[in-house]
């Protein structure tokens, strides 16, 4: 969020008490000495002042200011609680001190303090700056929004306040506002990186890649060597299915090198003995351990875990927080919260942890911290769930996948990692809600196939509506179902796009981003999902089975191009499972033909994948651990050589 410097009051008229003249020309002149950096000689004047006039807020003010800068908070603080014991109403007194309040994270006195700020001096930038960050703190983000909107009014020409306004609006999911708030932050600065690099990732939500990309060329032009932005670059290659395996591989490749040379390894003999019958410290790294779908594929895992076999350790290295942070935190042994860790601050953590494998959950996803993980904290690191392709790192010793999505002969060459496999697959599904679903197919009501897609929009290209469209011209009346498309422009671009093949718009319907049970519900009315190319689905996938609708999908020559293949296959449902891109419409085609098999399949497709191995959680984390001790037996037998 945007910094927000100490403030020092406007001169004001001297105080009418003795010794106030003498003490306001002392503080004139330790202003002086402050603005020169020189603390020392400015707190003496300072205090002086004080001396000369105990009860001349002014004085004590500036003395906290001072302190401040100094790096002495709870002098600080002191300070300003004579000037509030003096002027409770003051409303530099209060906004200083809730600074500091504030970085010590006591978020309710922050708040009071910037309210009483606020009631003396309602146009206050600063405080109602810092007010929105507290309220942002507290999951109050539309009150977030209202106060930055204030402070804008105030001073629209912030960039900084522009940004901060982007990201509540994000995180409100209204991306198309945080879009106009950012551009104007670049408006007001347009080589801000942070500003662009924030565009970028709004821009995807809505699914403007291309607009994205040459955001993020722009940024990387002026800081080539920002690692996030690196990492969100290598991210978009999985989008492009222009791309071969060999160009995503070495891209890949290439920024490891890069990171490797920035953050050598710090952490040469691990902590842990190398003997193997012992319990072992597995330590997980995630922004993600909040309502996000790594989260709800980790949960079985924490509550599963052998305890008598593992200590869990999670770092927990995003900001947002709600029920299934704590429901995590208490399926740990440990936890940390690391947002506010440097990299280099948490690969010390890990390494006074002790752990033995320590397990990367974001890849190039989400919030990377693989700068960590070129350090060698532990003694054995793997990356698994969040990013379904290599690291590029060299010291990530394995990925954690599955026969089906990375088959050794077919991935192998195209990781830095080593592949260990799950017996049965990368995934285990538990639906995040109960719900029941239709036992008649729509199509059957509606006299017409619906098509539905409700993956991001940022992987529906162009080539994939195409597609679309000559499935939908090939099957006679059918409609199509598009959920979670943000933006209006993308709307219409893939109006257009299909349009080009000839289908009419009237037979594409948008639905906007829903509620939980709304998603769920949405599925009632589709009888096939379409899957996207050359990123495929994964919790999406999942969840169009357990509502009883199938999918269509096509493997590819990357790893996301055959996740949701992989789970298909997995479930004997290989008619479903294009060979290839090119085969993808004549396969949906000929599923969208058989109304006896999709009827069938809408009562069937739960129980099958329920009684699955995909559903199994004690056999799935048990296959898992299993990995782990493969892992560490491994790391064993080399250290002893």
């Known amino acids: 969020m945007l910094k927000n410097f100490f403030k020092k009051p406007p001169a004001v008229p001297l105080a009418a008490e003795s010794g106030a003249a ?86 309710a006195k922050t708040e009071t303090l910037l309210q009483r700020a606020l009631l003396t001096k309602p146009d206050f930038f600063e405080a109602l700056v810092l007010l929105s960050s507290v309220l942002d703190d507290t999951a109050r983000v539309s009150l977030a929004v209202e106060a930055l909107t204030k402070a804008l009014r105030l ?102 090198r890069r990171m490797e040379a920035a953050f050598p390894v710090r952490f040469e003999t691990p902590r842990g003995t190398a003997t193997r019958d012992r319990r072992l410290k597995i330590g997980y790294v995630s922004g993600d351990f909040n309502s996000h779908p790594v989260s709800q594929f980790m949960l079985p895992v924490l509550e599963r875990h052998d305890r008598d076999l593992f200590e869990v350790f999670c770092y927990a290295c995003g900001s947002r927080r709600d029920a299934v942070t704590e429901k995590i935190r208490g399926l740990s042994h440990h ?86 496999h799950l017996p049965e697959s990368q995934w285990c599904y538990r639906p995040v809600m109960d719900m029941d679903h239709a036992q008649t197919a729509p199509f059957q009501r509606n006299g017409y196939i619906t098509f539905g897609s409700v993956n991001s929009g940022q992987k529906i290209s162009a080539a994939m509506c195409q597609r679309w469209a000559e499935i939908l011209v090939a099957v006679p009346g059918s409609r199509l179902l598009v959920a979670d498309v ?56 999942f969840d169009a089975l357990w509502m009883g609708v199938p999918v269509v999908s096509a493997k590819g020559n990357t790893p996301a191009s055959r996740s949701a293949a992989s789970i298909l296959e997995a479930l004997g449902l290989t008619e479903w499972v294009a060979s290839s891109i090119g085969d993808y419409v004549r396969t949906a085609t000929q599923r969208a033909s058989d109304p006896d ?21 004690q056999r799935f984390v048990q296959g898992l651990e299993g990995c782990y001790v493969k892992m560490w037996a491994d790391f064993c037998a080399r250290a002893i050589r």
């Open 22 to 107: 003498f003490a306001e020309k002392l503080v004139l002149e330790g202003n002086q000495f402050e603005d020169a950096g020189q603390l020392e000689r400015a707190c003496a004047l300072y205090r002086e002042a004080i001396s000369a006039a105990p009860q001349f807020a002014k004085g004590h003010l500036n003395l906290g200011i001072a302190l401040a800068a100094r790096g002495d908070a709870p002098a600080a603080a002191r300070a300003y609680e004579e000037v509030l014991r003096i002027d409770p109403g003051n409303a530099f007194g209060n906004y200083n001190l809730a600074r500091l309040t504030y970085l010590g994270r006591d978020l």
């Open 155 to 256: 001073r629209p020409d912030n960039g900084g306040a522009w940004m901060n306004q982007a990201m509540l609006l994000r995180k409100l999911d209204q991306p198309e506002d945080a879009e106009k708030a950012v551009r104007r932050a670049l408006e007001i600065d347009p080589l801000n990186t942070e500003a662009l690099s924030i565009l970028s990732g709004i821009l995807r939500t809505l699914g403007l890649n291309e607009e994205a990309s040459v955001a993020l060329e722009t940024a990387l032009r002026l800081q080539p060597e920002k690692f996030d932005l690196q990492s969100t670059q290598l991210f978009l290659l999985n989008l492009d299915e222009k791309l071969s395996a060999e160009e995503v591989f070495e891209r890949h490749a290439a920024f490891g």
């Open 335 to 420: 936890w940390t919260d690391a947002n506010t860790l440097s990299d280099r601050q948490l690969a010390d953590t890990i390494y006074e942890d002790g752990i033995d494998i320590l397990v990367d959950l974001s890849g190039h996803s989400g919030s990377p911290k693989l700068a960590v993980f070129s350090e060698r904290p532990a003694a054995v690191q793997a990356t698994w769930l969040g990013y379904l392709n290599t690291t590029g790192l060299s010291r990530m010793d394995y990925r954690i996948c599955d026969a089906r999505t990375d088959p050794e002969e077919v991935s192998g060459k195209f990781h830095t990692e080593r592949l260990i």
């Open 486 to 541: 943000k933006s209006e422009r993308k709307r219409v671009a893939i109006t257009e796009q299909m349009g080009q093949v000839g289908l009419t718009a009237d037979r594409i319907e948008f639905l906007p981003r829903m509620e939980m049970r709304d998603y769920f519900a949405l599925y009632n009315r589709v009888d096939i999902a379409l899957d996207p190319y050359p990123y495929g689905g994964g919790t999406t996938t």
């Open 597 to 617: 098999v999709l009827h069938a399949l809408r009562q069937s497709l739960r129980p099958l994948l329920t009684d699955s191995s995909l559903a199994d959680e």
